[in-house]
C-alpha cells in the first residue's frame, strides 16, 4: 500500500510491513470522539482499503489515552434538532460508517487502548479480533441517556461475541466493563501492558496475513455468515464451496510446496 494516498482530517493510514494498514483516531483531546464528518471518513477508509490489493489485514486504534469515547457531545447536540426523517437517514448512514469494518472482507484488528464507548464501543466490537489494555473500558450506556441499547451495531455484535444473557445485562445497565472482565468474558481476545496494544494487534495481524490471501478472505466471509446459518445444513453448504474454491486456487498450490520444501509460502496479492 501507498499511505500517502490515504489522506484524512481526523485519522491517519501507515502502512505497517507491506500488507497490514494502521488506522488511528486522530481526535486526541477528545479521546477520539466521533464528529458527524468523521464517520464519513471511517466508511471511505474501511472501503479504501477494502480495495486495495496490497491491504491485507487492518488494525484500528485511537490516539493517545482513548480508543473511542463516542459521538462527540456537540455533535450528539445536533441530534435533538433533526427532523424524524433526517435523523433516521443519518443513524442509517452512521452505522453503515461502524459496520464496515465488519462487512469488508479483510481482517480487522481492534486495538483498544483505553475506552471504548457508545459508537466507539460499537467499532470495537465489529472488528473481528479485540485487543486491549489493562486501561481500557467498554461501555454501552445509551439506556443512561433515553436511548436504546441498539446503536451502530451493538446489539448484533455483543450477543453473538458475549452470549444473549450477558448482553442483555450489559445492554440494559448501561454499567462500564474493565479489562479483565472483558477478557474473561470473552469480549476481548487479549490483554496486554498498556502502551504495547498497537504492537500485540500488529502481531495478530502478522499471523493473519502470514496465510493464504484467498483461505482467509473466505473464512472471514464464511464465518459471518454462518454465525446466523439457519441450520447445519446451510452451513456445510457455504463451507463446501469455500474449500472446493480455495482447493482450486493458486494459493493452496503454493502453500503445500512451502510446506513440502519447509519455507515461508510467498502468496501473490489477491
Keep these: 500500500m501507498h499511505a500517502s494516498a490515504y489522506r484524512y482530517e481526523t ?80 443513524q442509517e448512514h452512521w452505522a453503515r460508517c461502524i459496520t464496515s469494518f465488519h462487512t469488508i472482507d479483510i481482517p480487522v484488528v481492534a486495538a483498544v487502548n483505553g475506552p471504548a464507548a457508545g459508537a466507539g464501543f460499537a467499532l470495537a466490537l465489529a472488528a473481528d479480533v479485540r485487543v486491549a489494555a489493562r486501561s481500557a473500558r467498554f461501555n454501552a450506556a445509551f439506556v443512561r441517556i433515553g436511548l436504546s441499547g441498539g446503536d451502530c451495531g451493538t446489539s448484533y455484535f455483543l450477543p453473538r461475541i458475549v452470549g444473549l444473557g450477558r448482553a442483555y445485562e450489559l445492554l440494559m445497565t448501561g454499567r462500564s466493563v474493565d479489562a479483565a472482565e472483558a477478557v ?41 455468515a454462518n454465525v446466523d446459518a439457519p441450520s447445519l445444513l446451510s452451513a456445510l453448504e457455504l463451507e463446501n464451496r469455500s474449500q472446493v474454491l480455495t482447493a482450486r486456487s493458486e494459493d493452496m498450490v503454493e502453500a503445500l510446496d512451502a510446506f513440502l520444501a519447509k519455507r515461508p509460502p510467498v502468496f501473490r496479492a489477491r
Design 184 to 224: 474473561r468474558i470473552g469480549l476481548v481476545n487479549d490483554v496486554v501492558d498498556d502502551g504495547h496494544t498497537v504492537a500485540r494487534a500488529i502481531e495478530v495481524a502478522r499471523s493473519m496475513v502470514a496465510n493464504s490471501p484467498i483461505g482467509v478472505r473466505l473464512t472471514k466471509q464464511l464465518v459471518s
Design 11 to 90: 485519522l491517519t493510514v501507515d502502512e505497517v510491513d507491506t500488507a497490514i494498514a494502521l488506522v488511528t483516531l486522530r481526535r486526541e483531546e477528545t479521546l477520539n470522539a466521533l464528529t458527524l464528518p468523521m464517520f464519513d471518513e471511517l466508511l471511505a477508509v474501511a472501503l479504501a482499503l477494502e480495495a486495495d490489493a496490497t491491504v491485507r489485514a487492518v488494525v484500528i486504534t485511537g490516539a493517545g489515552r482513548g480508543f473511542c469515547s463516542g459521538l462527540d457531545l456537540d455533535d450528539a447536540a445536533r441530534l435533538a434538532t433533526m427532523d424524524l426523517g433526517a435523523n433516521l437517514r443519518g
